[in-house]
């Protein structure tokens, strides 16, 4: 699970000088997420075609941006924080078990079932690696054969330290590399996925690309954009379809001569004019208003916590100016907000929770006790209305859900912001658990029935 859809669309709808079709500035680091290249059409039948058109194209297509180093990640599954474990188990819950071991080698023929063998984990691995190997192969052969990429660089990083490939014996690239500390201490979750993974390469870059469909990047290009050090950052994504965008016209059988699907069309989204633009609608008085909007993305549900049942992106982006004494990263705050929402939902609207002030004051007094309390008399409203469903009422989740939730948004910010250096999610109190057979989960899980 990625965040919500609706926050880009939110985005170019009010800004849309952000989402361009060419490249706003020149970037001179493209980062490729590797991992979501791994997912490709069934025409794709061969892993020469594979490598081909998943990777060796994007690099070319980056390299023309006019960047001098491309950076190819891959999650490195040692380092993916256990609040991940969630969402891996989901994604594979509803596939064909696709048996591979760890000895055997890759088939000769890519499977026809290629989702359920993406799911396993050990042949994910092995594909991984051929792609490397094949990737770096490749890449050599370019410097050797084409003028044009002597004083180029291609990064593959994986596990451990990058690999760089460039024609000399020193570049730039390399002498980041070489000067950098890659090993990971017990207080850090490690360079694990490619959405942190990519943010490294900002400390060589003065406009960095992010190639990737992830919708993680928007907030956390967001928060790494807030940060000091920070450079210029485009991602490179499937076009945002809105309401005023002109319908795509579809060729008809008889017009499409290969009978193949039109191309995606793809789009740039400049960080830069986003925050900008957030800065100026998005109130906040007591936290940046770009934390505010990216603590919303993660309430609204991501790789590491729930979807709010009834609760969506314009839902909560409607009432932000009510949420402006908040702060959205504080659970306790958070779970107020949320209170809010759900008062203005199902109870009485424009109106705030009884005994509940609106102002900077009392949020920066309120507990974590009386915030539970004043949600739990919230729901008892709502269960006593019988003007609601039962269906509603039996989604709502508990007070202490909820709380578990906040908390897990709590640590998603942190892990946006701190990338490799956030806490372990299991290491202090953020809504996850673990049971006695190692397995992660959410704490205080009710499932919407």
Not at 141 to 163: F, I, M, T, W
Not at 205 to 224: E, H, W
Not at 330 to 338: M, Q, Y
Not at 364 to 373: C, G, H, N
């Amino acid at each position: 699970m990625t965040i919500h859809s609706d926050f880009f669309k939110l985005a170019k709808e009010g800004c849309a000088q952000a989402f361009t079709e060419a490249a706003p500035k020149r970037p001179d680091v493209v980062f490729i997420d590797g991992q979501v290249k791994l997912m490709k059409a069934d025409a794709i039948d061969s892993w020469p075609l594979f490598f081909r058109i998943q990777f060796f194209r994007t690099i070319e297509k980056s390299f023309a941006l006019g960047a001098h180093t491309v950076v190819l990640g891959f999650d490195n599954y040692e380092h993916v924080p256990s609040a991940k474990a969630m969402t891996q188990a989901k994604r594979s819950k509803h596939k064909v078990n696709y048996e591979c071991a760890q000895s055997s080698c890759l088939p000769a023929k890519i499977p026809e079932d290629w989702g359920s063998a993406m799911a396993n984990r050990t042949f994910k691995v092995k594909v991984v690696c051929e792609v490397l190997e094949a990737t770096t192969a490749w890449f050599e052969q370019k410097l050797k054969e084409d003028p044009l990429y002597a004083n180029l660089s291609l990064v593959l990083d994986h596990r451990g330290v990058p690999s760089v490939l460039h024609a000399g014996s020193s570049s730039r690239v390399k002498d980041f590399v070489d000067s950098r500390e890659w090993s990971t201490t017990e207080h850090t979750v490690g360079r694990g996925e490619c959405d942190i993974k990519a943010y490294t390469w900002k400390h060589m870059a003065q406009c960095l690309c992010i190639v990737s469909v992830d919708g993680d990047y928007l907030p956390l290009s967001l928060l790494q954009t807030l940060q000091p050090d920070a450079c210029d950052v485009l991602l490179y994504r499937m076009v945002t379809r809105i309401k005023t965008d002109t319908p795509v016209k579809r060729k008809s059988t008889s017009e499409n001569d290969t009978g193949r699907t039109p191309p995606r069309a793809y789009e740039f989204v400049h960080i830069a004019p986003l925050m900008a633009w957030l800065t100026v609608v998005f109130p906040s008085k007591v936290v940046h208003p770009v934390r505010q909007f990216c603590a919303m993305v993660a309430l609204c549900g991501c790789d590491f916590a729930r979807n709010l049942p009834r609760l969506g992106p314009r839902s909560l982006w409607k009432i932000r100016h009510r949420l402006q004494n908040v702060d959205l990263c504080n659970p306790t705050h958070a779970l107020c907000g949320i209170n809010v929402a759900y008062h203005d939902m199902f109870v009485s609207r424009n109106v705030m929770p009884t005994h509940m002030s609106n102002s900077i004051e009392w949020f920066e007094k309120v507990s974590e006790e009386t915030a539970l309390t004043l949600y739990d008399a919230m729901a008892h409203k709502i269960e006593q209305d019988q003007r609601i469903s039962q269906r509603i009422k039996q989604q709502l989740w508990p007070a202490a859900t909820s709380r578990a939730h906040t908390r897990n948004a709590t640590w998603t910010m942190c892990y946006w912001t701190l990338l490799e250096h956030a806490p372990d999610p299991l290491t202090h109190d953020f809504g996850y658990l673990r049971d006695a057979k190692g397995r992660t989960s959410f704490a205080a899980e009710i499932m919407a029935i």
